[in-house]
Nanobody, 129 residues
């Protein structure tokens, strides 16, 4: 059973940076597509970024393009989300999710639980002065 564990969240001032990690102990993350999603209070879950299986393609929501970078470290079974120039509107719980299905070569930013079967518990990111 694939388990995902997010870490790296915290409180940061506007303009600051954080690096989130998504680890899958005992599982190689170069197989599935991995997505990062976030959910702010009172809002629907939204896609932030994703990386296709084997790291072939990456996608970003328009709201984070140029500020966030997704990457993978196969040796550490970890996918990262580097977040720079953070804004108060980036405040949310951030989740990573894994798609092991036949479409994993083309990741999606839709938080589709039929595609992303495995989800972590989330890590809180708060951007505030």
């Amino acid at each position: 059973q694939l388990q995902l564990v997010e870490s790296g969240g915290g409180l940061v001032q506007p303009g600051g940076s954080l690096r989130l990690s998504c680890e899958a102990p005992g599982f190689t993350l170069d197989g599935p597509a991995i997505g990062w999603f976030r959910q702010a209070p009172g809002k629907e879950r939204e896609g932030v970024s994703c990386i296709s299986s084997n790291g072939g393609s990456t996608y970003y929501a328009d709201s984070v393009k140029g500020r966030f970078t997704i990457s993978g470290d196969n040796a550490k079974n970890t996918v990262y989300l580097e977040m720079n120039s953070l804004k108060p509107e980036d405040t949310a719980v951030y989740y990573c999710a894994a798609d092991l299905g036949p479409l994993s070569g083309f990741c999606t930013l839709r938080p589709d639980e039929d595609r992303y079967e495995y989800w972590g518990q989330g890590t809180q990111v708060t951007v505030s002065p």
